[in-house]
């Protein structure tokens, strides 16, 4: 029996998120540091299987805690298991560094979806906005912050129903989570957070703060959301402000034949496309250059991208010369859909042997928008001995 069990009869936490409690969230340093009181207790340690790893930090809380001999306002850290229903309480009293009351709490509720089967992913917002099961519409981002652009829509059924809209850079991820009045909660772990309320289009909201990642939650008549990232408060706020329910965008006209522009214009109504100057790579290695696309007000429909040929000079689409045997150049995505005021991230990989002859090779990048619109450009590759 541990040593806080004879005071569990007269044990009394009342956590400032309960009606009638006061308090607030303790200080960032006092919240790191009940974290680390209560994870450096051997009985904690052994109670949730730190070494495993396997738990989650859902809150750190101001608490009152009672018992026959002893009343004080303390920090709460709470603690979840993977796959378990209860919660784990610890109430740490900071100044003397020491755990002053440990506990389960049987959850009655049911248990946030912290697992379930894999998702159904889709490339367009259309395709899942379509999906079943969900009685409340697709939410999108209307604004996202710069250098971000619509990534995929993974959906995920019964028992925990909910759609996942991603959008990314170059190295980060923006993810607006949703889920359906009645559905059950979004699980999620922020490290070391700091709670803040804030509104979203006038709806009440929770701002958490935590190390390398934030998020912002709010509920509306019909649906819950969270929009997480490694944006600042500021972007994440604006982005979150701009969630609304998706609808399908009117397509651009096809323009005439006197109206296409000529390969190596830009096209989707004046966008920017760029692509590395050069990739230099040496004879038997692999090396990657990057093509970007900004969509601008016009950039709805599906985009195809490919290398047409290896040309010695500048010439027309109808010079298609054949790749040295020994190389090999490859574009990943090949085919996306493009939304309005978005970038999107191509990888263009060179693949050489050891008898790949060093030089220099200008290649063709062409460019197709919903199968009217062409486009296109020139890079160089550098093969090096």
Same mark, same amino acid.
């Given at each position: 029996?541990? @040593?806080?069990?004879?005071?569990?009869? =007269?044990?009394?936490?009342?956590?400032?998120?309960?009606?009638?409690?006061?308090?607030?969230?303790?200080?960032?340093?006092?919240?790191?540091?009940?974290?680390?009181?209560?994870?450096?207790?051997?009985?904690?340690?052994?109670?949730?299987?730190?070494?495993?790893?396997?738990?989650?930090?859902?809150?750190?809380?101001? #608490?009152?805690?009672?018992?026959?001999?002893?009343?004080?306002?303390?920090?709460?850290?709470?603690?979840?298991?993977? &796959?378990? @229903?209860?919660?784990?309480?610890?109430?740490?009293?900071?100044?003397?560094?020491?755990?002053?009351?440990?506990?389960?709490?049987?959850?009655?509720?049911?248990?946030?979806?912290?697992?379930?089967?894999?998702?159904?992913?889709?490339?367009?917002?259309?395709? =899942?906005?379509?999906?079943?099961?969900?009685?409340?519409?697709?939410?999108?981002?209307?604004?996202?912050? /710069?250098?971000?652009?619509?990534?995929?829509?993974?959906?995920?059924?019964?028992?925990?129903?909910? @759609?996942?809209?991603?959008?990314?850079? @170059?190295?980060?991820?923006?993810?607006?989570?949703?889920?359906?009045?009645?559905?059950?909660?979004?699980?999620?772990?922020?490290?070391?957070?700091?709670?803040?309320?804030?509104?979203?289009? &006038?709806?009440?909201?929770?701002?958490?703060?935590?190390?390398?990642?934030?998020?912002?939650?709010?509920?509306? /008549?019909?649906?819950?959301?969270?929009?997480? &990232?490694?944006?600042?408060?500021?972007?994440?706020?604006?982005?979150?402000?701009?969630?609304?329910?998706?609808?399908?965008?009117?397509?651009?006209?096809?323009?005439?034949?006197?109206?296409?522009?000529?390969?190596?214009?830009?096209?989707?109504?004046?966008?920017?496309?760029?692509?590395?100057?050069?990739?230099?790579?040496?004879?038997?290695?692999?090396?990657?250059?990057?093509i970007v696309t900004e969509s601008r007000e016009k950039g709805y429909g599906r985009?195809?991208?490919?290398?047409?040929?290896?040309?010695?000079?500048?010439?027309?689409?109808a010079r298609t010369l054949p790749m040295p045997e020994e190389m090999e150049i490859?574009?990943?995505?090949?085919?996306?859909?493009?939304?309005?005021?978005?970038?999107?991230?191509?990888?263009?990989?060179?693949?050489?042997?050891?008898?790949?002859?060093?030089?220099?090779?200008?290649?063709?990048?062409?460019?197709?928008?919903? #199968?009217?619109?062409?486009?296109?450009?020139?890079?160089?590759?550098?093969?090096?001995?």
């Open positions: 029996m541990r @040593r806080h069990d004879p005071w569990i009869a =007269a044990l009394a936490i009342c956590l400032v998120l309960a009606a009638g409690c006061t308090g607030g969230e303790p200080p960032a340093n006092e919240t790191d540091t009940a974290v680390a009181i209560a994870l450096a207790d051997p009985e904690v340690r052994d109670a949730i299987d730190a070494d495993a790893g396997d738990y989650e930090i859902v809150e750190v809380a101001q #608490g009152t805690y009672q018992s026959a001999d002893y009343a004080a306002t303390n920090p709460v850290v709470t603690f979840r298991l993977h &796959g378990q @229903r209860s919660l784990y309480r610890v109430v740490v009293d900071v100044g003397n560094a020491t755990v002053a009351a440990a506990y389960w709490q049987y959850v009655k509720e049911p248990i946030p979806c912290m697992e379930t089967g894999p998702p159904e992913v889709f490339s367009t917002l259309e395709d =899942a906005a379509e999906a079943a099961g969900f009685a409340c519409p697709l939410a999108a981002l209307s604004s996202v912050p /710069e250098g971000y652009g619509f990534s995929a829509v993974r959906v995920y059924g019964d028992p925990c129903p909910r @759609r996942e809209v991603a959008y990314a850079n @170059r190295t980060d991820r923006l993810l607006l989570v949703q889920t359906c009045a009645g559905d059950p909660p979004y699980a999620f772990a922020i490290s070391m957070p700091e709670y803040r309320e804030v509104g979203v289009n &006038g709806l009440p909201a929770v701002l958490v703060r935590g190390i390398g990642e934030n998020q912002v939650s709010w509920s509306s /008549e019909n649906a819950d959301f969270w929009l997480r &990232g490694t944006v600042d408060e500021e972007e994440l706020l604006a982005a979150a402000s701009s969630t609304e329910p998706f609808a399908t965008p009117t397509p651009a006209p096809i323009p005439s034949a006197s109206e296409v522009p000529k390969p190596g214009i830009s096209r989707f109504g004046t966008p920017r496309i760029l692509w590395p100057d050069e990739i230099t790579v040496t004879a038997g290695t692999t090396s990657t250059g990057e985009v195809h991208l490919r290398i047409r040929s290896r040309v010695t000079e500048h010439a027309t689409l490859s574009v990943a995505p090949p085919d996306f859909r493009a939304y309005p005021g978005e970038t999107y991230y191509a990888t263009v990989t060179v693949n050489t042997t050891p008898a790949t002859p060093p030089g220099r090779y200008v290649l063709q990048f062409h460019e197709i928008f919903e #199968g009217s619109f062409y486009g296109g450009g020139w890079f160089d590759v550098i093969v090096t001995e």
